[in-house]
């Protein structure tokens, strides 16, 4: 899993876990739904969705067999089958997430973000949008790896005047 695509789990489970609520159950026109899926499909988002069932059933093989190694061959077998039925589950989430972006952007808003990302700066954008977010991750992760530091070094010098030693 590319760190690009982790990002966009992330980006993409933060919205579908707490943004769902927020936006209001309005009507959506077919056309406006159509527009909002096209974006989801044209800026990859669709794409990114593409690791969740083969890494379920990579982790599910592995817990599995851990304690139970002698059942794999089975396993593989019935893996090969079950995850193409369920991998038809990802429009599920195309369709949710076209959902979201129709609630939050007019259809003619949205049409205008498809027209910009045809042009040759948009085509750029997506196309280097990918090498942005995966130094933006070695950014974040140093980044976040510092700061946790320094909030452990603050919190035990907070701590011990407080006489705690941790």
């Known amino acids: 899993m590319t760190r690009v695509s982790i990002i966009r789990m992330v980006l993409l489970s933060v919205v579908l876990a707490f943004g769902a609520p927020?936006?209001?159950?309005?009507k959506i026109s077919e056309s406006h739904l159509a527009a909002a899926k096209e974006l989801v499909y044209q800026t990859q988002m669709a794409k990114s969705f593409d690791v969740f069932v083969p890494q379920l059933g990579l982790?599910?093989?592995q817990n599995i067999t851990r304690t139970r190694p002698e059942l794999k061959k089975d396993l593989d077998v019935v893996l090969?089958?079950?995850v193409p039925e369920l991998e038809k589950e990802k429009l599920t989430l195309i369709n949710r997430t076209a959902r979201f972006f129709?609630?939050?952007?007019t259809e003619?808003?949205?049409k205008k973000v498809i027209a910009f990302h045809k042009t040759p700066a948009g085509k750029k954008y997506l196309d280097q949008?990918?090498?942005v977010l995966d130094r933006m991750v070695l950014v974040m992760d140093g980044w976040n790896r510092d700061l946790s530091q320094r909030m452990l070094t603050r919190v035990r010098e907070e701590m011990k005047k407080k006489g705690h030693d941790i």
Do not use: S
């Not at 927020?22 to 309005?26: N, R, Y």
């Not at 129709?102 to 952007?105: D, Q, R, Y």
């Open 22 to 26: 927020a936006f209001a159950q309005k």
């Open 59 to 61: 982790r599910l093989l």
């Open 80 to 82: 090969d089958k079950v």
């Open 102 to 105: 129709a609630e939050v952007m």
């Open 108 to 110: 003619d808003e949205i």
């Open 129 to 131: 949008q990918p090498k």
